[in-house]
């Protein structure tokens, strides 16, 4: 079976650890959301690529939930005693990564082709694709407290003013010219089932799906898409999702999450603590609904909730 799986960062490395026990990981695809990219110090970052790239290598810091596992500050720790740029963790581990990616784009290799020689070098089986090579860049409108209106790179918002603006607005830029990256629309096309990692839908998800082509690839396939809800009982379990899907129009919930995939999706997967919903999206959304405890607290936990996800879309 083949299975082609959208991801953002933390949630999708979780679930990913899960699925890669369920399907061979050579027969898993993940196309990796890199609207959160940014340049740093001259360094190429691309957070979520990361993110899945160590969460499948086994070396992330489930922690944290970001960076790698044991990984010191030291660099960082300088940079900000001379009075540099550190707003931004990187770890000393994980600066070998970007300056090592940094330097393989420079040299004119695709970020695909870096993406594929990193996670070689760390062991990843599973084919890990970004959306794009081209350059997406998520931005937050948002509303600081003197009302004062801001235009943020979605890192600026999160992590650099730590989700403090009201938020106004999403946008995706370059999204409409960007193309798939090579193997994208072709893995999408040729998998028996889709999987939507339950990641924040609307800086994970929706950036990839607002590339050119992947959502229409999705929809004119015939074979089943499954989504693991993100949203447990009206909250994220970690992130800023909660602050940010109303300001699209989605209702903070695992049916509100649901709600931004009508249409992509045939079969969401919600938490037991929201199991009341699931009339409600099977009606409305037109979804087949499985419940179950969607907490991955290990890669056990994952793995059942990954297999709960591919024996609905089968089912
Ligand atoms: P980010 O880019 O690192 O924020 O990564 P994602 O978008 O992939 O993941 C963030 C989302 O993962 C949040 O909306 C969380 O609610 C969700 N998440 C994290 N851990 C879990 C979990 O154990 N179970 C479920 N169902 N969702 C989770
Ligand atoms: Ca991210």
Same mark, same amino acid.
């Given at each position: 079976?083949?299975?082609?799986?959208l991801?953002?960062?933390v949630?999708a490395?979780?679930?990913l650890r899960?699925?890669?026990?369920?399907?061979?990981?050579?027969?898993?695809?993940?196309?990796?959301?890199?609207?959160?990219d940014?340049t740093?110090?001259?360094?190429r970052?691309?957070?979520d690529l990361?993110?899945?790239?160590y969460?499948?290598?086994?070396l992330?810091d489930?922690r944290?939930?970001?960076g790698?596992v044991?990984?010191?500050?030291?660099?960082?720790?300088?940079l900000?005693?001379?009075?540099g740029e550190?707003?931004?963790?990187l770890?000393?581990l994980?600066l070998a990564?970007h300056?090592?990616?940094?330097?393989w784009?420079q040299q004119?290799?695709? /970020?695909s082709?870096? &993406?594929?020689r990193?996670? @070689? $070098? !760390?062991?990843?089986?599973?084919?890990?694709l970004?959306?794009?090579?081209?350059v997406v860049?998520?931005?937050?409108?948002?509303?600081?407290e003197?009302?004062?209106?801001l235009?943020?790179?979605?890192?600026?918002?999160?992590?650099?003013?730590r989700?403090?603006?009201?938020?106004?607005?999403i946008?995706?830029?370059?999204?409409?010219?960007?193309r798939?990256a090579?193997?994208?629309?072709?893995?999408?096309?040729?998998?028996d089932?889709v999987?939507?990692?339950?990641s924040?839908p609307?800086?994970?998800?929706?950036?990839?799906?607002?590339?050119?082509?992947?959502?229409r690839?999705?929809r004119e396939?015939?074979?089943?898409?499954?989504?693991?809800?993100?949203?447990i009982?009206?909250?994220?379990?970690?992130g800023?999702?909660?602050? /940010?899907?109303?300001? &699209?129009?989605?209702?903070? @919930? $695992? !049916?509100g999450?649901a709600?931004?995939?009508?249409g992509?999706l045939?079969?969401?997967?919600?938490?037991?603590?929201d199991?009341?919903?699931a009339p409600?999206?099977?009606?409305?959304l037109e979804?087949?609904?499985?419940?179950?405890?969607?907490?991955?607290t290990?890669?056990e936990a994952a793995?059942?909730v990954?297999?709960?996800a591919?024996?609905?879309?089968?089912?």
């Open positions: 079976m083949k299975v082609v799986a991801a953002g960062g949630g490395g979780k679930f899960g699925l890669v026990r369920v399907v061979p990981p050579q027969h898993v695809t993940v196309v990796v959301n890199t609207g959160d940014l740093l110090h001259g360094l970052i691309c957070p990361d993110s899945v790239t969460w499948l290598a086994e992330a489930r944290r939930g970001w790698r044991g990984d010191s500050f030291r660099a960082l720790e300088e900000r005693w001379l009075g550190a707003w931004f963790s770890g000393d994980d990564t300056l090592t990616r940094t330097q784009l004119g290799r695709t /970020l082709e870096v &993406t594929a990193l996670c @070689s $070098a !760390f062991g990843v089986t599973a084919r890990v970004p959306m794009t090579d081209d860049t998520t931005r937050i409108d948002a509303v600081d003197e009302g004062h209106h235009d943020l790179h979605f890192q600026e918002y999160w992590v650099g003013r989700a403090r603006d009201g938020v106004k607005g946008r995706y830029d370059g999204a409409g010219q960007a798939p090579a193997g994208v629309a072709e893995a999408v096309t040729a998998a089932v999987v939507f990692c339950p924040n609307v800086v994970s998800i929706r950036p990839i799906l607002e590339v050119a082509g992947i959502a690839a999705i396939r015939r074979g089943p898409a499954v989504g693991v809800s993100p949203i009982a009206g909250a994220p379990v970690a800023m999702a909660d602050r /940010l899907m109303p300001a &699209t129009g989605l209702e903070v @919930s $695992a !049916f999450a709600s931004a995939y009508r992509l045939t079969c969401w997967v919600i938490d037991e603590r199991a009341a919903l409600r999206i099977e009606r409305d979804m087949r609904v499985a419940v179950t405890d969607t907490l991955m290990d890669d793995e059942r990954a297999r709960v591919l024996d609905l879309a089968a089912g």
